[in-house]
């Protein structure tokens, strides 16, 4: 729903204000759009176009059985154009409004019952981001099983989500998480030691994730290996440092500088 405007003169003016009706927007037989007018409102001269705005939002929420997430701003003359507005509509009958009642009827919320509640959300994005980069190929075709890359796939996401030990990860799983259902792998076989296991075997393919990986994301970032040589011999400490035992590896360049000016001032 919203506002449409026509300039009209105003009875009890004699000057020319907007004139109101609040129409509805669809498209006919021939899909083409069309606008239906549900309710004339007529002038409205104590509301801002902010205001209006909010006005034709919420009656549309109200339409729609929508309801806010967050608590919103009461505004008086909002509230009391909503309220009048939404009273027509209802009396016009020109709108099929389903009631609340109705709608609860169809489905009793009070009744509802959860159960194997699981969280995925985070889950899918790492998944999403496995994929991305190829790894279950990769670990396929360094002959690897595929049950034995659906576990690290398991592994390796469920601790970007939950980093903690082998045995809360297992426990997560089981119990909070639906990454097995990302996966497929079978949450049930699930045990510490076949993460500890798991944990070795990508160690062994170590060198070769660190290619892969290097190569995937240059080309899915359209990057270009740099190799950057930092000059740290004019590093230096702040203060006598007398307790630390990094500072006892040696002096900076320009001690060095400075002893081999005062050197030469003698000398001359």
Known sequence: MYFKQTQRKHPNTGSYSGYY????SYRNADNRVCHHTILNIGFIEDATPEQLNEIQKRLTDKYEQKQSLFEQEEDDIVMHYVHEFWQRIKASKKIDIKSVEAL????????LVHSNVREIGAEHICHQTWEKLQLSELLLSKGWAEEQVKLAATQIISR??????ELKTTRWIKENSAICE???YDSEKITKDKLYQSALNLYKVKDALETHLSKRTNELFDLEDKIILYDLTNTY????KRKSRLANFGR???YFDRLS???EAMQN
């Not at 609860?104 to 009744?111: D, I, T, W």
């Open 104 to 111: 609860k009827a169809l489905v009793e919320v009070e009744s």
């Open 160 to 165: 970007a989500v939950y980093p903690a030990s």
């Open 261 to 263: 000016n005062q050197n």
């Open 182 to 184: 990302l996966t497929g």
């Open 237 to 240: 400490f702040e203060g006598q």
């Open 252 to 254: 900076g360049k320009e």
């Open 21 to 24: 009706r609040l129409v509805e």
